[in-house]
Each structure stands twice: as C-alpha cells, then as structure tokens.
C-alpha cells in the first residue's frame, strides 16, 4: 500500500485507520475472493492517497471529497478498483518475480501473492502478501493457491541454467514439466488463469526469428522440457498463456544467479580475457519488458502464445561489443569464438529472435532498444552502488 500524506502530530488516525483495513483486507485475502468491506476500505483508502489528502479529526474521512466528486466518478473509480486481479507469482525471488514485484508494487495495478521457495529476499516487506511455496511439493501448492484463490497465476519458477538440466535430468523434469503439470490440474480445478514462461530453446536456431506458431525443434534437455511443459497446456482445460522469452538481462536484489549483460560487464571490469561465440544470435530481453507483457496479458486475459524479445537482433559476440561500448571497456579483451570450440554440455540454438507481431496488436507489448535497455540497467546499478556507499 502506498504511503499516506499524514499531518504533523496526528498521525494516529490514519495509521489506525490504515492497519484496521490491511487487519480486514487480511482476512479477506485468507477468506474468499473479493470480499465487499474490505474491498471498500481499501478503496476509501486508495481514494484518500491519490487525490493527496490529508486525514485529520476534522475530515476523519475521504467520504467527503468523495461525495464532492460526484456519484458518477465514484462508482467508475470503484469499479476500476474491483477490477483489479489478485496474481499469484511462482519463483518471486528470481530475476522475472521480482521486477514483476516491483511493477506491481509501483503500479498498483493488481493484487500480489508473492511465493518462492524458502525465505523471502525482496527487500519490500509492505504492500504484498508472502509465502513460502516450493513447486515441486504439490500438496503445499494446493494449499496455498486454495487459501489465497488468486484470479491469475504467473508461473516463473524453473530450473533455468541449460547446462544443468543437461546434466540432471531428473530434476529438470519435475521442475520444469512435473511442476506445471500439477499446476495446470490446480488452474482446472479452481478456474485460475495460468500464465507459463517459456523459452526460444524450443526451437533449434535454424530457421530464427520465429512467429508463435512454428513447429518445436529443441536441441537441448531444458528446450525439450520446456516444450512438453507446452503440450501439458495445450491439453489442459484450464485458461493458459503462453510467454515464450530470450536471454532476459536486468539487476535485482541479492540475484542468485548472474546474466549475460552483468556477467560481460564484471568480467571486462576485472579486466578477463574473454571468448564469445560470435555464431548465435539472440533477441535480448529487459527483465522490465518481460514484467509489463506478463502484467499485461494477466489483466487482458490473453490467452494462446506469445513471443516476448526485445527488439534488436545481435549476436552473442555483438551483444558484449555493445555492452563494452556503453560502460566504455576494453573490448580487446574479447575473442570471437565458435559454440564448438567452447565445448559446452548442452547444445544452444544458433539463431533464434522472435517475431513480435502479435504481442504487439494484442497486449500493446512495446519493448526497448537493447540500448534503451543498458540506460535503464546502468541507472539502476548507479542507484544501488550509492545505496551501499
Ligand atoms: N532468464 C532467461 O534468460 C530466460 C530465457 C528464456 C526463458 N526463461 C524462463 O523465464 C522464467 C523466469 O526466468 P528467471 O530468469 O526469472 O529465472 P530465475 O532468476 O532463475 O528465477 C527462478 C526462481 O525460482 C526459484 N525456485 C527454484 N526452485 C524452486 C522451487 N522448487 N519452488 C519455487 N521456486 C523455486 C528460484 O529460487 P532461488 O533464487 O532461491 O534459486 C528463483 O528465484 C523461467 O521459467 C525461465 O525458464 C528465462
């Protein structure tokens, strides 16, 4: 919930009032879907902070503005506020869970039940509900989708690093196609709608940028993983979409795991030599855009496919040139090499980049440049090193 504009020495009101509503919105959260009172306190409350009002004891109420403002505006306001979906988020402490975080938090634009497994690392503890969910524990994920009854869940959690799939197949597969596969009966059954994140690794890189309705060709265990997590769907009865991505790049809190931009970026600061393969090409994508399609196929109710990239074409080679480029690095320090000569256990894809067309018409999907991108990065890595200095 976002701050209130208090006046000084009578803060007491609107933090009472303030803890009365999230005391009731609690409840109505554990309770049922969208429960009338607390539905309405929060909107008074909502009301209250937009139009900047100042809860004192001579106005304890934003019912007065609210009826200065007419009937007509109330009740579409209110409907917009009742409009608002409550979105569960599978994996809420990787690099997709926690920018989706961010954007709704900063959006106000849905309800957020946040689960992960383990501890909780967003820094932000107010505003959103947290629990504990491990996917591969069916019973557990039952309960808390029962106990919560989200009207969207936005599935992120995968075991994600190629190479590790390759190498245990097992893990890949209850993760990757188990999870969703209980997912998916979960949805059915509580007429949830189900929001997956793919990857162009169901493709082979031979005949890139791909449109949604090319046929699969993976090369590697995880893209194989992740095209059965697909099949599950197409057979499943329950409201799904797709969101295949590429190469996601962005900065988080505490990450566990690294990507290509901050990866190059370190690397060169150390000064490393560096080999990049120069024959793959991919469509990188900004943790951000992904968020915002994610956010807005929830709220659109688009269902099918959808490819979600950013829009420049690069090779892998070229992608570090540019991120040399822009944090000016010696990019001498970097070789081109083959993905042969790297020897790596899973195969990569060697073209893939999408056709976006579609997220474009339907969601209003309208990503960055890939340099637009490294402006936003860079901000956000200035805002933190002035955070901790
Ligand atoms: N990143 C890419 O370049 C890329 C490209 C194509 C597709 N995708 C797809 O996009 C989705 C999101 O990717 P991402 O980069 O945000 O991944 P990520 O950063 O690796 O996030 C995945 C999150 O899932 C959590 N998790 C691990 N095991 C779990 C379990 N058993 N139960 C619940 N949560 C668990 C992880 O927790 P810990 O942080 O504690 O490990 C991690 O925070 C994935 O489905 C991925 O396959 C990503």
Redesign the pocket.
Known sequence: MSSCHYEHGQEKVPVLLDSAVRLISGFGYLRSRQPLVPVLLRFLLEEAQEEDKVWSLSAPFPLWSLLNAGPKRIWHKFQIFTAMKKILV??????????LTELILSSNRAQLIA????RN?YPAEEGYVYAE?????TPRMRDVIQRFSPDVII???????VDICEQDKDLCRI??VE?VRSLSVICEENDIHLI??????VFDGELGPYSEDANYSPVSV?GES?AESERILFNSLCRWTI???????GI?TD???S??VLWAKSALEKGEQLNIVADQWRMP?L?ED?AEACLLAAEREALGIYHISGKDMMSVYELVQHVAEFWHLNSSLMKPVSSESLNQTAKRPKRTGFVLDKAIADLGYQPHSFREGLTILDAQIKKRDDRYS
């Open positions: 599978t994996g809420s402490k990787g690099l997709l869970g926690q920018k689960t992960s497994k383990g690392r969910m491990d996917i591969c524990d599935h992120t959690a995968a075991v994600t690093n993760m990757n999870a997956h994140l793919s990857t162009d690794f995880y992740k969101v295949r991505t590429i190469l996601v790049y988080t990450m566990s795991r990507n290509i994508t943790a992904l």
